[in-house]
T-cell receptor, first 112, second 114 residues
Framework: GDSVTQMEGPVTLSEEAFLTINCTYTATGYPSLFWYVQYPGEGLQLLLKATKADDKGSNKGFEATYRKETTSFHLEKGSVQVSDSAVYFCALFKAAGNKLTFGGGTRVLVKP | EAGVAQSPRYKIIEKRQSVAFWCNPISGHATLYWYQQILGQGPKLLIQFQNNGVVDDSQLPKDRFSAERLKGVDSTLKIQPAKLEDSAVYLC????????????FGPGTRLTVL
């Protein structure tokens, strides 16, 4: 079945550091790929998405490129802030079944 | 636009007791989802409704979990009887029918089973 694998956290960074969170997936067909973010005490929010190979999703300084050849969708941000401290989830969506499949999440802690 | 509302936000019960969670989706959203998020894991889909019909309940432990969406709007998820392993955050999400890959999540209900 479909699955998403993320790097385990926690990832601890200093403010203004570069952030990368690795995400790889296993799926048949052509899924859409997503990054969701969960801030403390809040629900999941869509951060960015890409619907086909080589698409780049971007939002709030975060970027991720859909790489079909490596089945990856790594999340990057050039300069993190304390407010970026959260749990980040990679997910894939298959239109057949209308189903989101999530990775295990990566906790990011940014220190001032 | 109001978001997805869930209540209660927290619930503590003893094993073998019953519990119910309520979700009010974003107005006009035809699709509603319930997820279970165990600590340290990603959300897992329990059940998906389209209007008031069930689309997918393949991951719902039907011997103890039940869900309904009367009139295609609000939904309730019930656990009876609860087990220790049901301790988790229960997330409700809704989405528009025409943009099927978009889901909006509520804040969740954190359940602790003692």
């Amino acid at each position: 079945g479909d699955s998403v694998t993320q790097m385990e956290g926690p990832v601890t960074l200093s403010e203004e550091a570069f952030l990368t969170i690795n995400c790889t997936y296993t799926a048949t067909g052509y899924p859409s790929l997503f990054w969701y973010v969960q801030y403390p005490g809040e629900g999941l929010q869509l951060l960015l998405k890409a619907t086909k190979a080589d698409d780049k999703g971007s939002n709030k300084g975060f970027e991720a490129t859909y790489r079909k050849e490596t089945t990856s969708f790594h999340l990057e941000k050039g300069s993190v802030q304390v407010s970026d401290s959260a749990v980040y989830f990679c997910a894939l969506f298959k239109a057949a079944g209308n189903k989101l499949t999530f990775g295990g999440g990566t906790r990011v802690l940014v220190k001032p | 636009e109001a978001g997805v509302a869930q209540s209660p936000r927290y619930k503590i019960i003893e094993k073998r007791q019953s519990v119910a969670f309520w979700c009010n989706p974003i107005s006009g959203h035809a699709t509603l989802y319930w997820y279970q998020q165990i600590l340290g894991q990603g959300p897992k889909l329990l059940i998906q409704f389209q209007n008031n019909g069930v689309v997918d309940d393949s991951q719902l432990p039907k011997d103890r979990f039940s869900a309904e969406r009367l009139k295609g709007v609000d939904s309730t998820l019930k656990i009876q009887p609860a087990k220790l392993e049901d301790s988790a955050v229960y997330l409700c999400a809704s989405g528009p029918l025409r943009v099927t890959d978009t889901q909006y999540f509520g804040p969740g209900t954190r359940l602790t089973v003692l």
